[in-house]
């Protein structure tokens, strides 16, 4: 009779302690919230990957992975775990596709835990701009620079052109100047050569008819 009681009272501290202590005898870490969502369907690229646990994590033995819709793995800079916090960044924001987060952690109880979820991506990719040939954008620029440059050689070429009708214009005006400087010089010593003349006429005339009257 007493075996039984003593039987009955140890089955009911036993249930006692596990009523009271659940967690402690039971309870493992476990995933409580992730970015991106299980099952979630985003429109716009992911960069992290964010999981938090419902106890402090260690730092040292979690790791997390991504894997692509054909098992490939996606590059992760950098996992980062801050008490019940880990957040993987990515090397570049996921395209359009579906994805798996791979998951392992150590508890504050020491059991390692392990867990996968999916999520998928379905951003709309950027159009790309049009980019106009660089020939295109300096044919203009050009034709601008040969007709800036045109402009001044054409306006040094008239400027020559009239620099030199002027020359001759002004070589002209020296010439007929000094023909007429010549022919006022030439009608000069005309008119002084026939005054000349006449007076040694008018002086033989008068010296002839002086020497007839003294005969």
Do not use: C
Not at 57 to 65: F, G
């Amino acid at each position: 009779m007493l075996k039984h009681v003593k039987t009955s009272v140890l089955l009911t501290l036993g249930l006692l302690l596990i009523l009271v202590f659940p967690t402690a005898t039971w309870a493992h870490s476990k995933l409580e919230t992730s970015t991106p969502a299980a099952d979630a369907k985003l429109t716009e690229s992911v960069q992290e990957v964010s999981l938090s646990f419902n106890e402090n994590i260690d730092e040292n033995l979690s790791t997390l992975k991504v894997k692509n819709a054909q098992g490939e793995s996606v590059e992760v800079a950098e996992v980062k775990v801050n008490q019940n916090t880990m957040l993987g960044t990515l090397a570049a924001p996921l395209p359009s596709g579906s994805y798996t987060v791979e998951w392992k952690i150590v508890g504050g109880d020491g059991h390692p835990v392990d867990g996968t979820y999916a999520f998928e991506v379905d951003a709309p990719e950027a159009e790309a701009t049009p980019e106009t040939p660089a020939g295109t954008e300096e044919t203009p620029a050009d034709t601008g620079k040969t007709q800036d440059e045109t402009a001044p050689a054409d306006n040094t070429a008239a400027d020559n052109t009239a620099a030199d009708n002027t020359d001759q214009t002004t070589g002209q005006d020296q010439q007929a100047g000094n023909s007429a400087a010549e022919q006022s010089e030439g009608s000069g010593s005309t008119v002084w050569i026939v005054i000349i003349v006449i007076v040694a006429v008018i002086a033989g005339y008068f010296g002839i008819r002086a020497s007839r009257k003294r005969k």
